[in-house]
């Protein structure tokens, strides 16, 4: 076995050197307009990804986040059955930038009148649904059904791209079911139709968030159109990223539930590619960006909106902790907002402390008198219409 300095490659001129990030992570443009510098999104997640929360994200990542995407918003709502609700959605601050609004329907006047809306309200990009697998979104004929629909599906990028100067995009998923994948086909229809980008999650609409996202498809997506590709699914850490984004033929790597559980994330790809150590969020990071979150959130809801939310970031940042199941348990039971920052400030120093156990026997016993819940907070489980703060308020009635 040959030594590893043999191996280096600056000493072998007969091995290539193996690419390193600064070879293969680079910006693109969409629609010859749009430019994003990094070429990591953060995916839109309906209940999750509104205002407060990118913001949050963009601030732990430092930044680094090269598009930001709303939650999906109906074009009935935008445009006449509940336009608060749907303008609530929309809503965003001067410094998410680049950010895509994305929507869905089926009816293409309808959704260049929301197209025109969106970019009237400031997005860069205007995004329409094809992947929504829930049941109320595609048997109004929205969603992953466009997947089947293929001409309606055309009419209603060619009449979005006619009514709006800022790039249309589309994101799809591989196909309805097994038996009829179609993202090639679909690529090249909405390319023709049109459309500057497209975002790939690599399921079908019948898998919902089952089994594994199909890469091998979403590179064959990308290398047969012209318009940069950006490949979804199952990417859980900063160098799943970069490994998807090298070896496929994908211009940029979405990140959903990821970043939920590490919102640092956008910010620990840029470590990798500057070569710097990552960054490791300590228990105070965590805590500081709960507090932001939260913080952020005060400014738009109401007060009783904001525990859900926490909780829902919360259950999702503690995992992995010891203990974090006893700290999701009585941030459940707490009453407000404030009672429950106590229990996670006080989890999150002792973490830090290295004085965890001593956190469990307190917290056991303060709960003596109260068992803790055995219903834990979960992040939402039936994505897209099925929960989340908000999902379902705006769907159509
Ligand atoms: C809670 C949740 C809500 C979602 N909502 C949307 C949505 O509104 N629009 C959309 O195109 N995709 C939505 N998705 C799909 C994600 O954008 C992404 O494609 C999918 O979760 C796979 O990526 P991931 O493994 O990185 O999460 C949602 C996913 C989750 C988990």
């Known amino acids: 076995m040959p030594n590893a300095p043999d191996l280096v490659a600056s000493d072998r ?21 749009v430019a994003i510098e990094r070429p990591f999104v953060l995916a839109p997640m309906s209940g999750v990804t509104d205002s407060p929360f990118r913001r949050t994200v963009q601030a732990a990542s430092g930044g680094t986040v090269g598009l930001l995407v709303t939650e999906f918003i109906s074009i009935e709502g935008l445009t006449r059955s509940n336009l608060k609700t749907a303008m609530r959605m929309a809503f965003h601050t001067a410094d998410e930038k680049p950010l895509s609004v994305q929507i869905f329907g089926a009816d293409a006047d309808r959704m260049a009148h929301a197209a025109r809306i969106v970019a009237d309200c400031g997005a860069q990009i205007v995004d329409i649904n094809c992947g929504c697998p829930a049941p109320k979104v595609v048997r109004r004929g929205g969603g992953a059904e466009l ?33 009829s994948i179609n993202a090639l086909h679909v690529a090249k229809l909405v390319e023709d139709a049109g459309a500057a980008m497209l975002a790939v999650h690599g399921r079908t609409r019948m898998q919902m968030y089952t089994g594994e996202a199909d890469w091998d498809l979403v590179d064959a997506v990308a290398q047969s159109v012209k318009i940069p590709v950006v490949g979804s699914g199952d990417v859980t850490t900063a160098q799943e990223a970069l490994w998807r984004l090298r070896t496929t033929h994908a211009a940029g790597i979405m990140i959903g539930r990821a970043a939920i559980m590490n919102p640092w994330i956008f910010g620990q790809i840029d470590d990798l590619v500057a070569g710097r150590p990552m960054r490791h969020p300590t228990g105070a990071d965590r805590l500081a960006l709960l507090q932001d979150f939260r913080d952020r959130m005060a400014d738009r809801m ?19 902790f010891a203990h974090g199941s006893l700290l999701r348990s009585h941030a459940l039971r707490a009453q407000t907002t404030a009672e429950m920052f106590e229990w996670i400030e006080g989890f999150f120093h002792a973490a830090d402390a290295g004085e965890i156990e001593h956190w469990a026997i307190e917290a056991r016993r303060s709960s003596e008198d109260q068992p803790a819940s055995q219903a834990l907070p979960q992040p939402p489980a039936t994505p897209q219409g099925g929960n989340g703060a908000g999902s379902d308020d705006f769907l159509p009635p």
């Open 302 to 320: 109401p007060e009783h909106a904001i525990p859900g939310r926490v909780k829902q970031l919360l259950a999702r940042m503690s995992k992995g």
């Open 147 to 179: 997947m089947r629909q293929c001409d309606l599906l055309a009419r209603l990028v060619e009449a979005t791209v006619r009514a709006v100067s800022i790039p249309v995009t589309v994101k799809i998923r591989s196909g309805w079911s097994a038996d």
């Open 13 to 33: 001129p007969d091995i290539a050197p193996s690419p390193g990030p600064q070879d293969y992570v680079r910006g693109f443009t969409v629609g010859g307009q």
